[in-house]
C-alpha cells in the first residue's frame, strides 16, 4: 500500500491498493517519523501525507497508553510497520479493493503478524490503567480484549462511516501461506518491566520493581477455634465451658461442706457495741422470734442511712400534716421548667443526629466539603422483572417493551415542577451537567441519547446489548452528556457480564454539588438548609416521590414489573413520618399501664366497698405526675438550646412511666402495710423509713446509669440519656413530694368514705369498718410467703438455680463476641415505608459500590519535592506510590474492600502535558490555551466533521523533553498549565482533559505557593450489602492510608459518604464496655454510701453484672445489632435492673436472723411489691410495644426490654434470694431479748 488514493464519506482517508519501492526521506520527513516510529530508519514505504494521516489516527490512543512507554512503543510500532515500513510488502496483502470516485482504493488487507509480538503487545498493555473512568485503557482501544487475539479482531474490524475505527478491514493473521516468500512481522515487543521504558506498577504490577508487600489485610476479630473431631469450637466457647466446670466443681464442694457444719448464729458479746436506734430506725420494734419471744432490734447503721431514716421520718410527718402545701409547691417547681418548652425544637438531620462532632469522620467530612466538593444528591429509579413462580427464575429486563417503558417514565419524570419560593424547579434546573447542558442521568437511555426517537435509529435492544461491551470504545454508546455509562452502574442482578435482570435509571442532583453520578447508593448527606440549591432540590424531590407513589408505581406494576425509588432526603421525612406512626401504640401502652396502675394500687375488689378501697384517681394522678416530669426534663433543656429528638418523644415519657411506677407501687404498699391503729402521720413517716431508703437508692441509680449515657459520642443517644436522667430525677423528686402527698389525700378520703374519682361524694358508714379493718394479705403476698420463699429455701432447688445461672451467665459470655455491630438502615424506617423495598433492591441488585477518595493534604508540587513521584503511578513514579498502592490493594478486594485503581487527576495531568499526547496540551503562538482539533475554535460548530484543515494549524505541543526535566514539569510550568488541564474538555483527540472528572479534585486555593492544600484521588468500594461490610471497609481504608501515610510521610486520609455514620461502629465495643463499666462503678458506689455494706453492694454488682451479660446473649439469640441505641438501652438497663435487686437486698440487710430467715422475710416483704410494682408494670407496657409500626420499636424497645423484665424478675425474685441465703452480708439488727413468753427461755439470748 502506497500513497492515498481517496477518502470515504466520513472523511477516512484510504490507501492506494498497488506497491512501490522504498524511498529515502528527506532530513525534515525522516525526523518527523523518527519521532513517532524510531524503529524505522532509512527508507520508508509511504508519503508524508501518509505519515500525517497515520500520526493523527493514532493520536486519539496515545492519551490513553502514554503512561507505560513499554506499551505505547508496542502499540506504535504495530501501525509503523503497518504504514511505512520498508518492508511492509513481505507481511502485507491486500485481499480487496472498491472504487471510490473512479479510483482503486484498499478495501481490505491480510497484516501478517507472529504470535510472539501479539502476546507481548497484550501482556505489555493489558494492565495499563484509564484514570480518568476508574477502568483499563484496554477497554478503550481495545474492546476489552482478554487476549491479544480478540484486541487484533477489534482492531481489524471495518468501521461503518461515522463511526471510529480502521476504514478498510484488516485481517491479522501469525502465518503466512506456504508457497509465498512473505514472512511475519516480528518486531521484538518491549515487556512492560523494561526498566528502560519505565512503565509503573500501577501498569505493570507484574513488574520486578513491583514486589512490595501486599496492603495490611482489614482489622479482623480473634478467631481462636479448637477442632474436636469433626467438631470446630471457639477458644472463648471451650473456656467458658471449662470455667463452668471448675466454679460449679467448687460450689458444691463449698455447699457439701457447708450442709456438714452447724450455722452458729452470731455471738451475744457484740450486743454491748450496738446502739438502739432513737426515732429514726426501727427503736422500739417489738418483734417475734421464732421462738415466740419477742425481741427489740437494735440498728448498727451507718451516718448516711442514720440521716436518712431520720429524714423520711421527719419529712413524712411534715408531709402528712401539710399535703397541700408540698403538691402545690412541688407541681409549681416542675411547671417553671416545663415553660422552656416554648423554646421547643426537634432535630431531625441524621448527620446531626448520629455522628459527634468530634468525630474523626466529621472533621475529615467539614474539610473533604469546604476544600474540594460536598457529595451530591440522589434519585433512583430501580426497575426489575418479576421472578417466574414456576422456574424461580426472574427474564431478562432488556426488551424494547421494557426500554420504552423506561423512555415513559423519564418523559414524566421530566416534566416534573417543583414550587420554591413562587418559581418553578425542574430537573434541568438542579442536575449535575458535567460536560454541557445535558443532565448526568445514569441510565441505559444514555445509550441512546436519552431521545427516545433514536431507539429505533440506532437499532433498539441490539444497540443496548452492544453498548454493553463497548460502552468504553464506541462514540456511537457515549451519553448524552459526552461520557461512557458502565453498564453495571445502571444495570443488576446479573453474573458475570451477563446485563439482564434489573435496570436502573439514576437522577443525579443538583449543579451545586459535585458529582460522579456512577454512584448507585443513597447516602443522606444534606449540606445545608441555607443552601437555595439544596433548598430547590428538595422541593423537586418531594414531587419526585409523589409522581412515583401515584403514576409510576401503578404504571410499572401493570406492566408486571417492580419499581422501588428514592431521593436524597426520603430518609430523613420517613423518619418524620415515623414520629406519629406509633402513636396509637404508644398511647395504648400508656392507657394499659395507667388500667394496672389502677388495679394495682388499690385493696383486693371487694363488691361492697371497691367504690372507696379502688385507686384510680390516684394511679391517674400518678401518671400526670410522670408526665409533667419529662416536660420539665424537655422545657429545661429547651432553655439551654438542646434540641430534642423524636426518640426522646417517643421512649422517654414511657420508660420514665415503666420506672416511676415501680416507686408508686412500692410507696403504696408500703402505707398499706403500716398498722391501721396508729395515726396517718405516723403510718407516711414509717412507710417512708421502710421504703425510701432504697426508692432513693434505685433512682440514683437509674439517674446515674441514665447520665454516663451521656458520655456516648453519638448526639441522639447523648441527649436522650441527658433528657432521660434528669426526668428520672425530676420523676423521683415528685414522688417523694407531690405522690407521697396525693397518698396523704387518698388515705384521708378512704378514712372519710368518699367514693374513689368522685371524693366530693360521701357513702354511708357502713362500709367503713371493713376499709380500716385489718388487711388481709393480697394473693401475690400469699404466694411469696407460702409457696415462693419457701421452695426457694430447699437446699436442691438452690444448687439448680446456681448451676443454672451461672450457666446462662457463662453461656452469655461466650456468645458475646458474635454480637453484631451495626444499625440497619431498614430498621429505623416505618414498616410499610417505600423505602423498605428500595433497601432490598440495593441489597439484591447492586454492583457497584460506594465512592471512595484518597485525600492528600498539602502536595507540594514543587521540582524540588518528591511528593509527584510518589503520588503518581506512571512512568518513573515510585514503585510505592500512593497510586501504585491502591492499583496493588484492588488486586485483593475482599480483604482490601477497593474495587478498581483510582482515577487519578495527577496521573492524567503529566500524561497531559507529554510532548507523546501531542493532541493535548497545545499553546497558540502567543502562549496562550490551544485546543484539540476537534474542538472550537479548531473545529468550528458549522462543520460536521473535523477535519486537519481546521484554523489551529499554527498550534504547538507545550514542551518537548528538553523543557522538562526526566519528564516531569517545572515549578512554573506545573503552576500555568494546571489550570489549563483542569478546563480542558475529553474528545476524541485528547480523552485527558480534566474538565468534568477532575473539576472538583483540586483545591486551586493558595497553589500559587508551590503547595496544594487539598486534592482527591477517587475509586470505589467494593459493593457492601452488609453492616459489617460497611464497617470492614471503613477500618480496611483507614488501616491502609495510616500506612501510607507513615510510609510516605505525607498526611492521606480515606473518605467516603457512609464513613460518617459508620465511624461509630470502629470502637462500638470500647465505647460500650466503658461506660457499662462507669455506671455499675456508680451505682456500687451510691450503694456502698447508703446501705454502708461493701459485701450488699458487691452482691448487687454482681446480680448486675449477670443481667447485663445475660441481656447481651438475648441479644445475640435475637439478632439484635450493637450500635448507640443498643449501648444506651444497656446503660439503662442497669439503673432499671437495680430496682429487680436493691430492694430485696435492702429488706434482707434490715431483717434479722440467720441468712435463711433474713431472705424468706426479705421476700415476704418486697417480693409481691417488687412482682407487681416493677414486673408486672413493665411487662404490661412493653408488651404493647410488639404492635409498633416502626421496627426500631419492636426490636430495640418491645424485644430487649421484653428480655430485660423477665431476666431481671428472674435474678431479682429468684437467683438474688438464693445467693442472699447463702453468702449474703451480715445483719444490721441484733435481736436481744426483751420480753419472755417461756420460763424456760427466760435468760435466753436469741437471734
Known sequence: MYDICGERSDGKVLNCPYGSPSIKPDELFSAKIQSLCPTISGKVCCTETQFDTLRSQVQQAVPFLVGCPACLRNFLNLFCELSCSPNQSLFINVTSVAEVSGNLTVDGIDYHITDTFGEGLYESCKEVKFGTMNTRAINFVGGGAQNFREWFAFIGQKAPPGFPGSPYAINFKSSTPEPSAMTPMNLSAYSCGDTSLGCSCGDCPSSPACSSPEPLPPHEEDSCSISIGHLKVRCIELSMVLVYILLLSCFFGWAALSRRRDITPPGGSSELLLHPVEGDGSSGELKESTLGVKVKRYAHFSPVQRHMAKFYRTYGSWIARNPSLVLFTSVAIVLALSSGLFQFKVETRPEKLWVGPESKAAEEKKFFDSHLSPFYRIEQLILATVPDPKSGRAPSIVTEENILLLFDIQEKVDQIRGNYSGSKVSLTDICLKPLGEDCATQSILQYFKMDSGNFDEYGGVEHAEYCFQHYTSSEMCLSAFQAPVDPSAVLGGFSGINYSEVMVAELACSEAFGCYSDLKRNFNNVIGDSSNENARAVEWEKMFIQLAKEELLPMVRSKNLTLSFSSESSIEEELKRESTADVITIAASYLVMFVYISVTLGDAPQFDTFYISSKVLLGLSGVVLVLLSVLGSVGFFSVLGV????????????????????????????????????????????????????????????????????????????????????????????????????????????????????????????????????????????????????????????????????????????????????????????RDSYLQDYFDSLSEYLRVGPPLYFVVKDYNYSLESRHTNQLCSISQCNSNSLLNEISRASQSPETSYIAKPAASWLDDFLVWLSPEAFGCCRKFTNGSYCPPDDQPPCCTAEEDICGLDGICKDCTTCFRHSDLVQDRPSTAQFREKLPWFLNALPSADCAKGGHGAYTNSVDLKGYETGVIHASEFRTYHTPLNTQGDYVNALRAAREFSSRISNSLKIDIFPYSVFYIFFEQYLNIWTVALTNLAIAIGAIFIVCLLITSSAWSSAIIVLVLVMILLDLMGMMVILGIQLNAVSVVNLIMSIGIAVEFCVHISHAFLMSSGNREQ????????????????????????????????????????????????????LHGLVFLPVILSLAGPPQLHLGIVEQQRRDEASSSLLN
Open 643 to 830: 434540641k430534642s429528638t423524636l426518640i426522646i418523644m417517643e421512649v422517654i415519657p414511657f420508660l420514665v412511666l415503666a420506672v416511676g411506677v415501680d416507686n408508686m407501687c412500692i410507696l403504696v404498699h408500703a402505707v398499706k402495710r403500716q398498722p391501721r391503729d396508729v395515726s396517718l402521720e405516723e403510718r407516711i413517716s414509717s412507710a417512708l423509713v421502710e421504703v425510701g431508703p432504697s426508692i432513693t437508692l434505685a433512682s440514683l441509680s437509674e439517674v446515674l446509669a441514665f447520665a454516663v449515657g451521656a458520655f456516648v459520642p453519638m448526639p441522639a443517644c447523648r441527649i436522650f440519656s441527658m433528657f432521660a436522667a434528669l426526668a428520672i430525677l425530676l420523676d423521683f423528686f415528685l414522688q417523694i413530694t407531690a405522690f407521697v402527698a396525693l397518698i396523704v389525700f387518698d388515705c384521708k378520703r378512704a378514712a372519710d368514705n368518699r367514693i374513689d374519682c368522685f371524693p366530693c361524694i360521701k357513702v354511708s358508714s357502713s362500709p367503713r369498718e371493713s376499709v380500716e379493718g385489718g388487711r388481709e394479705p393480697g394473693f401475690l403476698e400469699r404466694y411469696m410467703k407460702e409457696i415462693h420463699a419457701p421452695v426457694l429455701g430447699v437446699w436442691i432447688v438452690k444448687l439448680v438455680v446456681i448451676a443454672v445461672f451461672l450457666a446462662f451467665a457463662l453461656a452469655s459470655i461466650a456468645l458475646s463476641p458474635r454480637l453484631e455491630t451495626g444499625l440497619e438502615q431498614k430498621i429505623v424506617l416505618p
Open 1158 to 1209: 433474713r431472705a424468706r422475710e426479705a421476700l415476704e416483704t418486697m417480693g409481691a411489691s417488687v412482682f407487681s410494682g416493677i414486673t408486672l408494670t413493665k411487662l404490661v407496657g412493653v408488651i404493647v410495644l410488639c404492635f409498633a409500626r416502626s421496627e426500631i420499636f419492636v426490636v430495640y424497645y418491645f424485644q430487649m426490654y421484653l428480655a430485660l423484665v423477665i431476666i431481671g424478675f
